[in-house]
């Protein structure tokens, strides 16, 4: 390489047009080539900072005349593209979060081992001098023995639909602001992450303000930010010995050293031209010495951050948490990041932080007790047939009893049913044994576990009509076979549900009965129910719960709402009761409608309409 980094930019915003203001003033670089998402955009920036506007962003990384990329996409796209320029043979400087979880950047830093090409996230504090100063400080022990770091930033960032701010995966103010305070944070303090304490703030399902009070090794650690609060910026890194309270963290020029016994001393350290100049000149220096990693920002540092990014959103260590679970049930058994969509009626929902599929009661019992040791938020999960579950996702371990807990027995009129078990497949096992009473779930697309849970019912019957008992598994972790009378079913609701116990199994007490005669009555609800409700559709069933004295989908009805449509979401013009997604629908818009029949049917007939849909993961606060 020669004495000149060649650089192309991914992005023609305002972050892109800040980097390349500042790499004006780089006499070792020079902007070759810009690319964005908008034609007309991508040829303005040209047109003003001299370069060249490719097609697209794969035409930028195709080029020969190309050696570093600067990545100032929307975050969504930040690894995604740091990938594909390390593929290409770029070197990457990509602004912050370099990803949007730390399994997603463990894929961005093993292609830059792999590629062997220089890698570092954009994180612009650590390479000013300031910075440099202060760790120097700390280092040489003016504080003496680091014993917490207290974080804050808070700004007020307009909310603007459409902007990728407001994205529920990839924006919000703990990726955007909290990821600051990670690097912070993890430059005076090490070991595991520990969280004790969390709230979030949410508008649209994004999160507008974090606050997290967490343990690294043991320091002790607070990031607070706000994406709707008057500017405050600081962080506070305290010892035995004094504290230095840095200010203004994302751009820092001051600190005050405060040492017991003395006076307070103001450190001052100009920023290099502007807040770009120290990294674009460090980033330069790595990569025409050839260096692997920067020593500023190396791969490790990066996925420390991001990791304890993800602790402050969640509340806990997830990857602690799968680690442990796969190692108690198989790393088959474990998986991070998936998304919801594929496992609820309304094929809707984000990501879950983890995702695990345990087999059989002895697994289902040993996964709860790692849960349980770590502190960590779970959501039982069936076929998702009562779920709304948020575009962000589900902040906690999602344990599906689907894939491991489907064993059926029978012993006389008796039949036991594993949580997993599907209704549908309950009641053709019992129809098989011409036993009557399911008959009423033959429709039902939900398990066992979560029929008991709710006491799911239909065509005048309900699961309290035919459970002799449950295995459950209580919060304490304790087994106990747990009689019908004391599982405190009513409409829609249940022990399970109210006191937080785990079916394992139900066990159903059924009569004997004609063969041709239960199958006629399960035709004919089946029949019913196609003619009725909106099958075909994704939806998560009845939407509400029936109100006293009435129901649900006559009052909808009457309220002229058939139809009423947000987005790919609407109510079911066949049946009134039923919020369908009607394809494309975002689950924001499946709550819109929602939030509004129940406005519309309390204004016009003074009733109060209850979701029968639960809402999982963070929607607004």
């Known amino acids: ?104 950047f463990s894929r ?6 792999d590629h062997d090409r220089l890698y570092v996230e954009a994180m612009k504090p650590r390479f000013t001098p300031l910075y440099q100063k202060v760790r120097g400080l700390v280092v040489d022990g003016l504080i003496g023995e680091v014993g917490s770091v207290a974080f804050t930033l808070r700004r007020t960032i307009e909310h603007v639909d459409g902007h990728w701010y407001n994205d529920p995966v990839g924006g919000g103010a703990a990726l955007d602001l909290g990821i600051y305070g990670a690097a912070w ?56 010995l004094g504290s230095v309270e840095v200010l203004e963290v994302t751009r820092p ?81 474990v998986a991070l990041g998936e998304p919801m969509a594929a496992h609820t009626t309304f094929h809707l929902g984000g990501p879950a932080d983890v995702f695990v599929t345990p087999r059989g009661a002895g697994g289902l019992a040993s996964c709860l007790r790692v849960l349980r040791e770590h502190g960590a938020p779970h959501l039982i999960l069936g076929k998702g047939s009562d779920l709304l579950v948020s575009d962000a996702g589900y902040r906690g371990v999602v344990v599906d009893v689907t894939r491991g807990l489907d064993d059926v027995s029978h012993d006389g009129c008796r039949v036991t049913c594993q949580a997993g078990v599907s209704l549908p497949e309950a009641s053709e096992m019992a129809a098989a044994l011409s036993l009557t009473g399911l008959e009423f779930a033959c429709g039902i697309p939900g398990t066992v576990g979560g029929a008991v849970f709710m006491n799911a019912g239909a065509y005048d019957g309900c699961i309290a009509d035919v459970l002799e008992s449950c295995e459950c598994v209580f919060p304490d972790g304790h087994t106990e076979t747990v009689a019908a009378a004391d599982l405190a079913l009513g409409y829609r609701t249940s022990r399970v549900r109210t006191d937080g116990l785990t079916v394992v199994s139900a066990t159903f007490l059924l009569a004997p009965g004609n063969a041709d005669a239960i199958r006629s009555k399960m035709d004919d609800l089946t029949e019913r129910r196609a003619s ?54 975002t689950a924001a818009d499946v709550a819109a409608v929602i939030a509004h029949v129940r406005e519309t049917v309390r204004e016009r007939f003074g009733v109060e309409l209850e979701p029968e849909v639960r809402f999982v993961g963070p929607f607004s606060s």
Not at 108 to 113: I, P, R
Not at 217 to 222: E, I, M
């Open 1 to 104: 390489m020669s004495d000149t980094v060649r650089w192309g930019i991914l992005g023609a915003g305002s972050i892109a047009k800040r980097f390349a203001a500042s790499l004006a003033g780089e006499p070792r670089g020079t902007l070759v080539a810009a690319s964005g998402r908008t034609p007309a955009h991508v040829e303005a920036f040209a047109s003003e900072f001299r370069c060249d506007a490719c097609a697209d962003h794969d035409a930028l990384l195709a080029r020969d005349d190309v050696d570093a990329v600067y990545v100032a996409l929307p975050a969504s796209m930040h690894a995604e593209w740091s990938v594909k320029a390390l593929e290409a043979g770029k070197a990457v400087l990509c602004e912050k979060p370099a990803a949007l979880t730390a399994a997603e």
């Open 253 to 333: 020029e001051r600190a005050v050293l405060r040492r017991d016994g003395a006076d307070d001393e103001l450190v001052e350290c100009p920023l290099p031209g502007d807040d770009f100049s120290a990294e674009i000149a460090s980033f330069t220096d790595s990569l025409l010495s050839g260096a692997q990693e920067s020593p500023v920002m190396p791969l490790a540092d990066s996925l420390r951050c991001a990791r304890i990014v993800d602790a402050m959103a969640s509340g806990y260590d997830r990857y602690a948490v799968a680690e442990a679970l796969g190692a108690e049930l198989g790393e088959d058994c």
């Open 532 to 585: 009725k409700q909106p099958l075909e559709i994704g939806s998560a069933g009845s939407t509400f719960k029936r109100p006293e004295g009435h129901f649900a989908g006559k009052l909808i009805g009457d309220a002229g709402l058939k139809g009423y449509t947000v987005g790919g979401a609407a109510v079911s013009e066949k049946h009134a009761g039923f919020v369908v997604n009607l394809g494309g629908a």
């Open 185 to 240: 944070a993890d430059e005076y303090a090490g070991g595991a992450i520990s969280v004790s304490a969390c709230s979030h703030t949410y508008r649209d399902e994004v999160d507008r303000a974090d606050r997290c009070e967490f343990t690294l090794g043991d320091v002790a650690c607070t990031v607070d930010v706000s994406a709707d609060a008057a500017d405050d910026s600081r962080v506070t890194i305290s010892g035995s």
């Open 108 to 113: 961005v830093a093993q292609a830059a081992v």
